[in-house]
């Protein structure tokens, strides 16, 4: 395990907003990175736009929640056709405490996990409690500073 990147003040921009990692295994599939939606023992399904070419596509799809409408499209693909498997621990900084950035919404939002002091919680603007996990959603700039850590798995 070490430490991949540390973003700082000039991160990469993607459209309106500024493109910030996130927590979760991510497939490398020819040289590129994709984030795992789901898989089994034989298949990985890559979180992929229905436009982008993928070879070895098995099936694709859409999975979401409904009552959000937050749909991600997918592409499965035999497991043997993927070159490593990573898990990314994403952490950043806001107001000086440490969160777990769990992903990016669409509007460039980040959503967050901490697990810590409810006076820290609330001073942060999170919601929850201290035996389920503060959350909360913080603009890209409102970061400090950010981590990348990566695991690769067999």
Not at 1 to 16: I, R, S, T
């Amino acid at each position: 395990m070490g430490v991949l990147a540390v973003y700082g003040p000039e991160p990469a921009k993607v459209d309106d907003f500024i493109e910030v990692p996130s927590t979760g295994a991510v497939a490398v599939y020819r040289a590129k990175r994709y984030p795992i939606a789901f898989s089994s023992d034989d298949w990985v399904a890559l979180q992929a736009d229905p436009e982008v070419e993928i070879p070895d596509v098995l099936q694709r799809g859409a999975s979401g929640r409904r009552e959000t409408r937050t749909y991600k499209t997918w592409a499965k693909v035999p497991r043997t056709s993927v070159d490593e498997i990573v898990h990314m621990r994403v952490t950043g900084v806001v107001a000086g405490h440490s969160v777990s950035i769990q992903s990016q919404r669409s509007d460039g939002q980040v959503s967050v996990d901490f697990v810590g002091a409810p006076n820290v919680a609330k001073q942060l603007g999170l919601k929850g409690d201290q035996h389920m996990c503060w959350t909360g959603l913080f603009a890209p700039e409102d970061f400090e500073d950010i981590v990348v850590e990566e695991v690769r798995r067999e």
